[in-house]
């Protein structure tokens, strides 16, 4: 008689926790993008940490997984918020959700990096310079007549090439009309043009 009371409250005991851990499935699908942008965000992940599973939204932020009701969900991306959703018990089976994600920006300190240990010693290094013409170093020898000859000389170009060329400088010029002019960082002639200027005006 004794075991089969221990008996039926132990199936009274197991059966309520039997009937709450089968949980409702819910087809969670959707889409995640950022701002005011109509293009999806690649790469988010979607998933329940306390399950261990979850997936990734696609090239153009679409996603879906199987999820049961009451599924605390996490969205997470770099550079981005962390965005957290609770599966909902509905009459169908499935829910779509639109998940927009807020940029998390950390802006930094300024940091200025210089190879002298103050600016009034770089100015000093700096205008001291004597760069030097083409011409210049012929007469020292520190440079070939030919080599210079053919830095100074166009490529040849055929009909394509020179029509290419035209488009090209065109729709550069097109492009920078209204910019600043520049220094060519490896054009030996712009840093010595910029270099004597900076001289004359020290």
Do not use: C
Not at 19 to 42: A, M
Not at 125 to 154: D, H, I, V, Y
């Amino acid at each position: 008689m004794t075991a089969f009371l221990a008996l039926g409250l132990t199936m009274l005991m197991v059966l309520p926790s039997h009937g709450q851990s089968k949980k409702k499935v819910i087809q969670f699908s959707g889409i995640v993008v950022t701002g005011d942008s109509s293009y999806g965000v690649p790469g988010v992940h979607i998933y329940v940490p306390e399950e261990g599973r979850g997936t990734t939204t696609n090239d153009i932020g679409f996603f879906t997984m199987p999820a049961l009701v009451g599924d605390s969900i996490v969205i997470s991306a770099v550079s981005f918020k962390r965005r957290y959703y609770v599966v909902p018990d509905i009459a169908g089976d499935h829910i779509t959700a639109y998940i927009d994600l807020i940029q998390d920006t950390i802006n930094l300190p300024e940091l200025q990096v210089y190879p002298w240990p103050t600016e009034e010693l770089f100015k000093e290094a700096f205008l001291a310079m004597n760069p030097t013409t083409g011409e210049e170093m012929l007469k020292k020898g520190q440079l070939n007549e030919n080599l210079l000859l053919r830095m100074r000389q166009a490529v040849p170009m055929d009909y394509r090439m020179s029509y290419y060329n035209y488009m090209d400088q065109y729709s550069y010029n097109q492009a920078n009309q209204y910019m600043g002019v520049t220094t060519g960082y490896i054009d030996p002639f712009a840093w010595y043009r910029f270099i004597k200027d900076i001289k004359k005006k020290n």
